[in-house]
């Protein structure tokens, strides 16, 4: 009886080795044949890490925090500003703070020690390739392109915005502790320099100003993230939950942050 050799015979054998926990690394020609053999076949890929996650949420929650407890110090609404509440409110949003500052530090971190989803070359295009995903995400944004250029962490685009973003963090959390120098204490000691050279009115406009851009930055970041979520039914949003993203082979195959070794790790 003759072998049965034929490519997609081979494929189904190897995604069955898989299912079976072998833990016999792919070659190159085996991970080629999977994403050729079963193109379309969705497989879990861990992407984002615990870190990742856990500084994402920190960010949210304490943005919110610092939002809602910044914007009444500055001008109390709804309940009257008294002592009390106004040094409740400081310190609410002071607590906020070293926390947002916490996870900045954590984060920056693992732009180091992460893997390659949340490493800091995943941010900073350094190949030609990178740079055409870039163009090729921004035409699909301005509706001139059809498809999104496969990527399993963070397209070229948005790992553009976010190192805005994290200026505008590290921006915002130096006038913010401007700003607490004026009470005195370690602040003052640190910051009370900068509104002595810029004027703490500057500082206060600077930190507000950049308060606005970050909401804005968070409302299109929800839109585009369900957007997205919804073309590609990667299982994008709940990928910030859990970590992981449902992916086909071929997009591992075919994304720049993807490749045999991804491959070897999807399930």
Known sequence: MAEMTSPALQAVALEAAAESGSEAPLTEEEGSLLATQLPWQRVRVYVWEVPVRITHWAAVITVMILTVTGAYIADPFVVPATDFVMQTMRFIHMVAAYVFLASGVLRTYWLFAGNEFSNWRAFIPTTRRHWAEFRGQTAWYLFLRRDLPPILGHNALAAGTYMVIFFLFLTQTITG?????????????????????????????????????????????VYSAIMVDHWERNGLMSSIFAGYKFVTRRDIQNARDGGMEVQERSN
């Open 177 to 221: 502790f401007a700003l607490e120098s004026v009470h005195g204490g370690l602040a003052a000691q640190l910051w009370g320099w900068l509104p002595a050279l810029i004027g703490i009115s500057t500082v206060r406009i600077v930190h507000h100003l950049i308060m606005w851009v970050i909401l804005a930055f968070m409302i299109h970041h």
